[in-house]
């Protein structure tokens, strides 16, 4: 089967460090992908994992552990434009599609 | 580069009639998609196509069909519109897994529909 679990919510502070987790269990694993979501908007990428590990991109990182079926997107220094979904979601190995986990909204107060 | 594009933007349809939604990419990507996303659902497969004239199932395919007759278009067809079908419908386009780098998805503004 396919699973992929985030917190629904979460509520941060401007200038802090918020870190949004997300576990899976699917049939197969060939990448996983963070993308972000402002209300009304497309998704947008953030970050790809597919070794165990942490990818670091500017405020952003992500980090992957294939063995425990978990991940997390490390968000620092928090700023109000960062209020959005943020959206998990697993390649299974053939295709090319993503399974996404139904996304976790983050507040970000002053 | 426009990206990925989708028409219409927004559109109403009452309980029975039939649409098409247009979906046009200029990134040259092999495998296109179509979602759904509802409220506390996320973003759920609806089709897919790793090339032109090939198409495939998603997650939830049932009361849609699809057609790429061109690399850079998929179109997504509601024979019989239902209420449940209202949503907001995103495209997305990538390229072959085997192309390199990351495989990430670029996805379009979304369509939203309504079921009346």
């Known amino acids: 089967g396919q699973n992929i679990d985030q917190p629904t919510e979460m509520t941060a502070t401007e200038g802090a460090i918020v870190q949004i987790n997300c576990t899976y269990q699917t049939s197969g694993f060939n990448g996983l992908f963070w993308y972000q979501q402002h209300a009304g908007e497309a998704p947008t990428f953030l970050s790809y994992n597919v070794l165990d590990g942490l990818e670091e991109k500017g405020r952003f990182s992500s980090f992957l552990s294939r063995s425990k079926g978990y991940s997390y997107l490390l968000l620092k220094e928090l700023q109000m434009k960062d209020s959005a979904s943020y959206l998990c979601?697993?390649?299974?190995?053939?295709?090319?599609?993503?399974?996404f986990g139904q996304g976790t909204e983050l507040s970000v107060k002053p | 580069n426009a990206g990925v594009t989708q028409t219409p933007k927004f559109r109403v349809l009452k309980t029975g009639q039939s649409m098409t939604l247009l979906c046009a990419q200029d990134m040259n990507h092999e495998y296109m998609y179509w979602y759904r996303q509802d409220p506390g659902m996320g973003l759920r497969l609806i089709h897919y196509?790793?090339?032109?004239?090939?198409?495939a199932k998603g997650e939830v395919p049932d009361g849609y069909n699809v057609s790429r007759l061109k690399k850079q278009n998929f179109l997504l067809g509601l024979e019989s519109a239902a209420p449940s079908q209202t949503s907001v419908y995103f495209c997305a386009s990538s390229k072959a897994g085997t192309s390199g780098g990351a495989p990430e998805q670029f996805f379009g503004p979304g369509t939203r529909l309504t079921v009346l």
């Open positions: 196509s790793v090339g032109e004239g090939t198409t």
């Open positions: 979601a697993v390649r299974p190995p053939q295709g090319g599609k993503l399974i």
